[in-house]
Nanobody, 126 residues
């Protein structure tokens, strides 16, 4: 499985960015695909996740109402639309894919994701 993330960049506070993650090598059903981020000097943290088949979505409290995760099953692509960006959203963003049927309570746990993309930098200036 390969995950190719794209779409990062530099944006002013209040602006928007759209991240995409293209998955290849297998198809997914109920397994979650997630986005995590890691800022300098901080631990990697959960951002959002979605289940391929049913489209159930999960968000960290810090991004609820601002970020939207979606998927295109035909293209095997997951997208993270980020609006109303804040300087504290600055981080390297990683997409990740699980091959397990993860309980909803665990979709925010990085340990359940087996495959990781290379990361894309998002910088929000104040």
């Amino acid at each position: 499985v390969q995950l190719q993330a794209s779409g990062g960049g530099l944006v002013q506070a209040g602006g928007s960015l759209r991240l995409s993650c293209a998955a290849s090598g297998r198809t997914f059903s109920s397994q979650p695909m997630g986005w995590f981020r890691q800022a300098p000097g901080k631990e990697r943290e959960f951002v959002a996740a979605i289940r391929w088949s049913v489209g159930s979505t999960y968000y960290a409290d810090s991004v609820k109402g601002r970020f939207t995760i979606s998927r295109d099953n035909a293209k095997n692509t997951v997208t993270l639309q980020m609006n109303s960006l804040k300087p504290e959203d600055t981080a390297v963003y990683y997409c990740a894919a699980s091959t397990a049927l993860v309980d909803s309570k665990l979709v925010d746990n990085a340990a359940v994701y087996r495959y990781w993309g290379q990361g894309t930098q998002v910088t929000v200036s104040s």
